[in-house]
Nanobody, 120 residues
Framework: QVQLVESGGGLVQPGGSLRLSCAAS????????MGWYRQAPGKQRELVAA???????NYADSVKGRFTISRHNAKNTVYLQMNSLKPEDTAVYYC??????????????WGQGTQVTVSS
């Protein structure tokens, strides 16, 4: 059984910062890319940022220069540092991992989501 557990969401004023964390645990043989997605009310889930095992990153245009994704491979953990937050960043943020729970199977796994609200 694989679990992705997020933490770090909350309420912050515009211009503020938050740091999200996501730890993968359980039966994990290998982890490949990890990333963060978000879904605002009435909108589709969208990619925020992703990072490969080797540290190559990819960001949505809307967060470039404000958000930074990083990971600790030995801890199976991915982070999202969010600075200069805007009201339009308000959403539920989901952690995602592409991994092998066992050698013969590879799939996408998701966390339960953490709410980020940017409001004065």
């Amino acid at each position: 059984q694989v679990q992705l557990v997020e933490s770090g969401g909350g309420l912050v004023q515009p211009g503020g910062s938050l740091r999200l964390s996501c730890a993968a645990s359980g039966s994990i043989f290998s982890i490949y890319a990890m990333g963060w997605y978000r879904q605002a009310p009435g909108k589709q889930r969208e990619l925020v940022a992703a990072i490969t095992t080797g540290g190559r990153t990819n960001y949505a245009d809307s967060v470039k220069g404000r958000f930074t994704i990083s990971r600790h491979n030995a801890k199976n953990t991915v982070y999202l540092q969010m600075n200069s937050l805007k009201p339009e960043d308000t959403a539920v943020y989901y952690c995602n991992a592409d991994l092998n729970p066992r050698p013969e199977y590879r799939g996408d796994y998701w966390g339960q989501g953490t709410q980020v609200t940017v409001s004065s």
